[in-house]
């Protein structure tokens, strides 16, 4: 039922040009008969040499006829076909946007980056080749069944029966068995090309250990058996692919010879005139066209499972727990209307120039009975504030930022910004808080659009002035295209310091009243994490900053220091107090910082 959730509403929303391609379909089959039927007629009574041209006149047109509207009629078919399904793929590429943009926060942690680019590039696409190669021409085949045993059923009943056998295996048995021995030997060949990469990725990395050991030669040896075990089942996959082949041209032979017979007969019984003989026969040829690619089409169904398989498990990991919805009690976060988020105003109707967070004993669980990420945290934020908050891994930190960006609903406690619980801001949260952590994307567009990411109406004047706040201007402007140079993907034109200086400049021009602050010097070299750490605390003076970090290099510029372990916090104050009062922070400075004295 999830994997039909992704094509039946868009299926039903286009169900009358769905209705018109399988239409189309049928048409272009009937006009290939038609001409191939026309053909044979003409040819036979051609041979009779009529004793006037205005004896196979008519034929003549109607040959010219059917093989102009053959190809017209089955460009149209392509046309329409491939306009709608492009139009249903946009639509599914939105759905999975907006099924995923809320949950911006955990894809990182939730998808891998490759599954995710998989599902964007492959299985959408995949779901287009299922109607195009499937169920358009399944359709357009049972039509031309349906319509090919009636006709035959006016002048022979017994023989439609016949040709209804011949049909049924080109277009029912043959894909049916195609699909059996396809999906079992697509199960093993994942089976062994995963075991094969498995293999490979644990030799490479492991190369020194092999040679150490003294077993490559083993390796080798193994991993050139299970190649050539899976050679030969893809030998064997495409042996079937051939004997199918032939068992298709072989019944289609059948139904030529059956045809020649019955025609013949038909003819000698005087039912029919001879120079319908060849007529019949050669329809016989665009019929079986119909029906022989469904056999090949069909072996694609595995991998189109499970492209379905992947977006309906996406759907039920976003769709459940995480951003969009927290375990506490189902609570489902609004969503504004429109591409941008509206800005978050108050009772007067004025954009918030300040933003005042209350953190009161908030606590967080992502299932009931796990371990509590957040163990009733109570922190007074007011508007110009500076804290930064330190821990181990798995402390809390991150799930605490998630809490106060509402992505997460407390389990227990609250969450406010100026009064108003966070989660209940949705997108337009984004007008209160920005962040800024450790690998912001840079797109593969000029530096500019890079920096205006954060107010796409500024100016290029504002551009400028967030890069000289950043301390980037001088090195922009020396670029030969200056501001409309291309960063180049990810942005490898420039170093780790200069990108996050770009990161900077955009949270500059989004202009929020309270920066999230997620280690964004991690990585960097000691000189750059103090000279950015420097311009960070010097342009957003003005601002309240939540600073999650693992050093306290700059420590002394925050107003308070939290140390969170397991869920709760273990010690607060400002940092001249924790390193009176307490010996196991004074430890943590002189390891972080050697050398330094400890006041």
């Given amino acids: 039922m999830k994997r039909e959730a992704w094509l039946r509403p868009e299926s039903r929303a286009f169900y009358w040009r769905f209705a018109a391609i399988v239409a189309l379909g049928a048409l272009t089959a009937g006009c290939a008969a038609s001409l191939m039927f026309t053909s044979g007629y003409l040819i036979s009574k051609s041979a009779l040499r009529p004793e006037n041209i205005l004896m196979v006149y008519v034929p003549i047109v109607l040959v ?47 998808f891998r980056t490759g599954d995710m680019l998989g599902v964007l590039a492959d299985d959408i696409e995949h779901l287009q080749n299922v109607y195009l190669r499937i169920v358009f021409p399944g359709a357009a085949a049972f039509v031309v069944f349906v319509l090919s045993v009636a006709a035959l059923g006016c002048f022979d009943g017994r ?25 079992k030997n697509h199960t093993l060949l994942k ?13 490479v990395l492991g190369m020194n250990d092999w040679v150490v050991s003294g077993r490559a030669a083993g390796f080798i040896e193994s991993y050139e058996a299970d190649e050539a075990e899976m050679a030969g089942l893809e030998r064997r996959t495409s042996d079937w692919t051939r004997r199918r082949n032939a068992i298709a041209q072989g019944v289609v ?31 016989v040829f665009p019929v079986a066209d119909v029906f022989l690619p469904l056999s090949e089409a069909v072996e694609k169904l595995p991998q189109y499972r499970e492209s379905l398989n992947r977006l309906s498990g996406i759907g039920g990991r976003a769709g459940s727990g995480g951003g969009a919805q927290g375990s506490s009690g189902g609570e489902t976060l609004p969503r504004q209307s429109g591409s941008v988020p509206a800005p978050v105003r108050n009772e007067a109707g004025a954009v918030w120039a300040t933003a005042h967070i209350q953190v009161d004993g908030a606590s967080y669980q992502y299932e009931p009975g796990n371990r509590w990420e957040t163990d009733r945290v109570s922190i007074d934020l007011p508007q ?16 605490l930022l998630k809490l106060i960006q509402g992505a997460l609903v407390p389990t227990q406690g609250q969450v ?51 890069a000289k706040l950043v301390k980037l201007d001088a090195l922009i402007e020396s670029l030969p295209a200056g501001y409309r140079t291309p960063m180049h993907e990810t942005g490898q034109r420039f170093s780790g310091g200069e990108r996050q200086r770009i990161a900077l400049a955009r949270i500059l021009l989004q202009d929020t009243p309270v920066v999230l602050l997620d280690e964004p010097t991690v990585g960097l070299d000691p000189r ?72």
């Fill in 159 to 183: 023989f439609a029966l016949l040709t209804a056998v011949y049909l049924l295996i080109l277009g029912l048995l043959l894909p049916a068995a195609s699909l059996a021995v396809t999906r």
């Fill in 528 to 599: 750059t994490e103090r000279d950015l750490l420097a311009t960070i605390f010097d342009t957003l003076r003005d601002k309240s900053l939540i600073w999650v970090t693992h050093h306290l290099v700059g420590a002394e510029q925050m107003d308070e220091m939290i140390f969170m372990e397991n869920g709760r916090i273990e010690m607060r104050g400002s940092h001249a107090e924790l390193l009176e009062r307490y010996p196991r922070y004074r430890n943590l400075y002189r390891l972080d910082r050697p050398g330094e004295p400890v006041l």
């Fill in 253 to 283: 032979g059948l139904m030529v010879v059956s045809m020649m017979y019955w025609a013949g007969q038909q003819a000698a019984d005087q039912r029919i005139a001879a120079t319908l003989i060849a007529a019949f026969v050669l329809v």
């Fill in 191 to 203: 089976r062994q090309r995963g075991g094969l990469y498995r293999k490979l990725t644990d030799a």
């Fill in 416 to 466: 406010a910004i100026n009064g108003i619980p966070a989660h209940s801001l949705g997108d337009s949260i984004s007008g209160v808080i920005s962040v800024f952590n450790q690998s912001p994307h840079l797109f593969d567009t000029s530096v500019a659009n890079n920096i205006r990411l954060g107010k796409p109406e500024a100016s290029d004047e504002d551009i400028r002035l967030a």
């Fill in 384 to 399: 110009g504030k500076k804290i930064a908050v330190i821990g181990r891994s798995g402390a809390g930190k991150s799930t």
């Fill in 64 to 110: 010219r006829t059917f093989g102009t509207s053959r190809a017209v009629v089955h460009y149209v078919e392509r046309l329409v076909g491939h306009d709608t399904i492009l139009r249903m793929i946009s639509l599914l590429r939105v759905r999975l946007y907006r099924l995923l943009e809320p949950q911006a926060l955990f894809i990182r942690s939730r």
